[in-house]
């Protein structure tokens, strides 16, 4: 049986509208037979201009959550990850937004976009994402604002980023091995489109350049930042006529792969192979040795990412940005000067 009240219509303006009684309406609504065609015809009227649906036509209302985040992440094991996302949830939490947390799948970002839709979620927050430019377009195209940071295809225009120094990073890691007297120097990166990685093997590139070192395309290589890259690449490394006296890691997951693989085969480090990663993750502190590494302000990088993503969410869109938060070196045990030099 319908109420006296249907939303903002009653069946008391239906019935004044009509010019009918309101039991009478509510026959009508309840579809009872016993109303005169005539009559019946004026009160359909009558609803019709009233905007009246019947329940089963009603739609439910789309739920509104403007201070809810998605965050897409590769990975939840690793170290960086972890970091990141403390500084996320840390932001998130001190300004009462809520996050909801999705691994990187198969998914299209189309899909993405549109179950983030449904739930009337707007603001996407990608951390190391693979999805090429055109991808991240479409979501923006729906509506979504979206903020990356280090991602391993390159963004596009129109999307904001969060980074750090890489390039300086890169250059500073490079230059400590160099201060330290090794001229042949290795570089195990992640993959080979991510931006990231680019920038710290430009750094090293640099960095041996400005001291009259020419490259040696040999003691370049690239994989995954994990440990199974450190590993795999060290052994090919030392497999060289002349390997490399140290090794410049783009991660500290790809470091402790090569301390694992170093250990295995007997080598000593830092005495006979010196060694710095580029994260500068807890990983870092309880390797053995110690890592030297190349700290990135992980933390911060997941904040301010947070905060952009809020305000382009709350319309303050300005033109999109790279930020790019400095990096810095922390000298621990696993690097020591080369043995043939004083």
């Given at each position: 049986?319908?109420?006296e009240?249907?939303?903002?219509v009653?069946?008391?303006?239906?019935?004044a509208?009509?010019g009918?009684?309101?039991?009478?309406?509510?026959?009508v609504?309840?579809?009872?037979?016993?109303?005169?065609?005539?009559?019946?015809?004026?009160?359909l009227?009558?609803?019709?201009r009233?905007?009246y649906?019947?329940?089963?036509?009603?739609?439910?209302?789309v739920?509104?959550?403007?201070?809810t985040?998605?965050?897409?992440v590769d990975?939840?094991t690793?170290?960086?990850?972890?970091?990141?996302?403390?500084?996320?949830?840390?932001?998130?939490e001190?300004?009462?937004?809520?996050?909801?947390?999705?691994?990187?799948?198969?998914?299209?970002?189309?899909?993405?976009?549109?179950?983030m839709r449904?739930?009337?979620?707007?603001?996407l927050?990608?951390?190391t994402?693979?999805?090429?430019s055109?991808?991240?377009?479409?979501i923006?195209?729906?509506?979504i604002?979206?903020?990356?940071?280090?991602?391993?295809?390159?963004?596009?225009?129109?999307?904001?980023?969060?980074?750090?120094?890489?390039?300086?990073?890169?250059?500073?890691?490079?230059?400590?091995?160099?201060?330290?007297?090794?001229?042949?120097?290795?570089?195990i990166g992640?993959?080979?489109?991510?931006e990231?990685?680019?920038?710290?093997?430009?750094?090293?590139?640099?960095?041996?350049?400005?001291r009259?070192?020419?490259?040696?395309?040999?003691y370049?290589?690239?994989?995954?930042?994990?440990?199974?890259?450190?590993?795999?690449?060290?052994?090919?490394?030392?497999?060289?006529d002349?390997?490399?006296?140290?090794?410049?890691?783009?991660?500290?997951?790809?470091?402790?792969g090569?301390l694992?693989h170093?250990?295995?085969?007997?080598?000593?480090?830092?005495?006979?192979?010196?060694?710095v990663?580029?994260?500068?993750?807890?990983?870092?502190?309880?390797?053995?040795?110690?890592?030297?590494?190349v700290?990135?302000?992980?933390?911060?990088?997941?904040?301010?990412?947070?905060?952009?993503?809020?305000?382009?969410?709350?319309?303050?869109?300005?033109e999109?940005?790279?930020?790019e938060?400095?990096?810095?070196?922390?000298?621990r045990?696993s690097?020591?000067?080369?043995?043939?030099?004083?």
């Amino acid at each position: 049986m319908v109420t006296e009240t249907m939303g903002k219509v009653t069946l008391a303006s239906v019935a004044a509208l009509a010019g009918v009684s309101v039991p009478t309406v509510s026959k009508v609504v309840n579809n009872r037979g016993d109303v005169a065609p005539a009559t019946r015809r004026r009160i359909l009227d009558a609803l019709d201009r009233a905007g009246y649906l019947p329940p089963g036509q009603r739609r439910p209302p789309v739920p509104v959550a403007p201070r809810t985040i998605d965050v897409v992440v590769d990975s939840v094991t690793s170290a960086y990850y972890a970091e990141v996302m403390d500084g996320i949830l840390e932001c998130a939490e001190s300004g009462g937004t809520e996050v909801v947390l999705s691994k990187m799948g198969g998914h299209p970002a189309e899909e993405k976009a549109e179950r983030m839709r449904e739930r009337g979620r707007r603001g996407l927050l990608l951390v190391t994402s693979r999805w090429s430019s055109g991808q991240i377009k479409a979501i923006q195209n729906r509506g979504i604002a979206v903020v990356v940071i280090d991602p391993i295809n390159p963004s596009g225009p129109g999307v904001s980023s969060v980074g750090a120094t890489n390039w300086a990073g890169g250059k500073a890691a490079t230059e400590h091995l160099l201060d330290l007297g090794h001229t042949r120097i290795g570089f195990i990166g992640g993959p080979a489109s991510a931006e990231c990685s680019q920038d710290r093997e430009h750094g090293y590139g640099a960095a041996l350049l400005e001291r009259g070192i020419p490259i040696v395309e040999d003691y370049v290589r690239a994989g995954n930042f994990d440990a199974d890259t450190g590993s795999e690449a060290l052994a090919r490394l030392l497999a060289l006529d002349r390997p490399p006296q140290a090794v410049f890691a783009a991660s500290d997951s790809i470091a402790l792969g090569v301390l694992a693989h170093a250990r295995t085969r007997g080598i000593s480090v830092p005495r006979d192979l010196s060694v710095v990663g580029f994260d500068g993750t807890y990983i870092g502190e309880q390797a053995v040795p110690q890592l030297t590494t190349v700290a990135q302000p992980l933390k911060e990088m997941g904040r301010t990412a947070v905060r952009a993503l809020l305000r382009e969410m709350g319309g303050d869109r300005p033109e999109p940005t790279r930020v790019e938060l400095a990096t810095r070196l922390i000298v621990r045990s696993s690097t020591a000067p080369a043995r043939n030099s004083s």
